[in-house]
């Protein structure tokens, strides 16, 4: 069964970047699509964009200016990179697979970042 | 972009009674809907695909209908840890991408 893992700081102050990795154990990360996903706290869910494990990337277009999402298959994982970082992007971060059928089938466990100074 | 609304926001049922939650598009989607069950501090978990297949283990109780921009996710009969915030979610071509409904509340009576 495939598993995710998001890692990286939770703490960021204003201004800066957000980075998130979220490493994949009990599977392969080639083929698939690769996504990240945050929630707000008490809101709904933001789908934030994709990377194929070929490297082909596709962003929400609310967000396309400040996010990069890279991919690295020989170490299994893919990351998120989100900068110029304001109170608004406080939220619970999720890494999920995509299998190209349009849904999300494996979730990782999710990642409280806070924006703060 | 496709706008998915779900109602009702909340839904007040009683473990044992038959549970029917709506998510309606703002344009066809054709039959690419999923439905997702998210509990406190945890990720959201796929329960529906393509409108109405289940996925992987998930129990008979649960089906989804519909097609187009009208759908439906029933809980035939409820158990106490059918009770969370179900989300519908749909892929668009354009512009890219996948949106999600705002949730509906399945909360005990």
């Known amino acids: 069964q495939v598993q995710l893992q998001e890692s990286g700081p939770r703490l960021v102050k204003p201004s800066e970047t957000l980075s998130l990795t979220c490493i994949l154990s009990?599977?392969?990360?080639?083929?698939?699509?690769w996504s990240w996903i945050r929630q707000s706290p008490g809101k709904g869910l933001e789908w934030i964009g994709y990377?194929?494990?070929?490297?082909?990337?596709n962003y929400n277009r609310s967000l396309k200016s400040r996010v990069t999402i890279s991919v690295d298959t020989s170490k299994n994982h893919f990351s998120l990179r989100l900068s110029s970082v304001t109170a608004a992007d406080t939220a619970v971060y999720f890494c999920?697979?995509?299998?190209?059928?349009?849904?999300?089938?494996?979730w990782g466990q999710g990642a409280l970042v806070t924006v703060s100074s | 972009e496709v706008v998915l609304t779900q109602s009702p926001a909340t839904l007040s049922l009683s473990p044992g009674e038959r549970a029917t939650l709506s998510c309606r598009a703002s344009?066809?989607?054709?039959?690419?809907l999923a439905w997702y069950q998210q509990k406190p501090g945890q990720a959201p978990r796929l329960l529906i695909y393509?409108?109405?297949k289940r996925a992987a283990g998930i129990p008979a109780t649960f089906s989804g209908s519909g097609s187009g921009t009208d759908f439906t996710l029933t809980i035939s009969s409820l158990e106490p840890e059918d009770f969370a915030i179900y989300y519908c979610?749909?892929?668009?071509?354009?512009?890219?991408?996948?949106?999600f409904g705002l949730g509906t509340k399945l909360e005990i009576k």
């Open positions: 999920a697979r995509e299998n190209g059928g349009g849904f999300f089938d494996y």
């Open positions: 009990r599977g392969s990360i080639s083929s698939y699509y």
């Open positions: 990377v194929y494990y070929t490297g082909t990337t």
């Open positions: 344009q066809s989607v054709g039959s690419d």
């Open positions: 393509d409108a109405s």
């Open positions: 979610q749909q892929r668009s071509n354009w512009p890219p991408g996948y949106t």
